[in-house]
């Protein structure tokens, strides 16, 4: 006994197969995402670099403003102290001569009384009894005495 072959048997017992489906197509809407994604990290990379550099030249920029005004001040300091030290040099000097000056003025006064009982004392009338020059020539001596 022979069996019939599967083309001679019409739905019978032989295999039944689907019929042949054309594979699926992959959706690339993934890719899509993924590809614009992307393309949106690398744009902002590119501007955050871009604010990075930009902001790195100002910090630089206000950095060396910051250090040439930190140059002024210490030489503005030098320069106070030179002015202080000038200053404490003249007003040290000021003193010695208004010490010298009163030193003067009192001379002064001192010459002056004794200039006044010298006249006084030479001026005295020829007349005038022994006792009374006498008592002019020691106020003349009081007052000169330092002379």
């Known amino acids: 006994m022979s069996f019939p072959g599967p083309d001679q048997v019409a739905g019978w017992g032989a295999a039944q197969q689907p019929p042949a489906q054309p594979p699926q197509a992959r959706s690339k809407a993934p890719v899509v995402v993924l590809a614009v994604l992307a393309a949106l990290f690398a744009i902002a990379a590119g501007v955050f670099t871009v604010f990075y550099f930009g902001e790195k030249a100002e910090s630089d920029r206000v950095a060396a403003a910051v250090a040439d005004k930190e140059r002024e001040v210490a030489a503005a300091k030098d320069g106070l102290g030179d002015a202080e030290d000038q200053a404490r040099a003249a007003l040290d000097e000021l ?49 000169c005495r330092y002379i």
Do not use: H, I, N, W
């Open 95 to 143: 003193e010695s001569q208004e010490g010298k000056l009163s030193s003067l003025e009192t001379e002064k006064d001192e010459v002056a009384a004794c200039t006044a009982a010298a006249k006084r004392y030479v001026d005295a009338p020829e007349d005038l009894p022994e006792p009374e020059l006498d008592k002019l020539f020691d106020t003349m001596y009081e007052a």
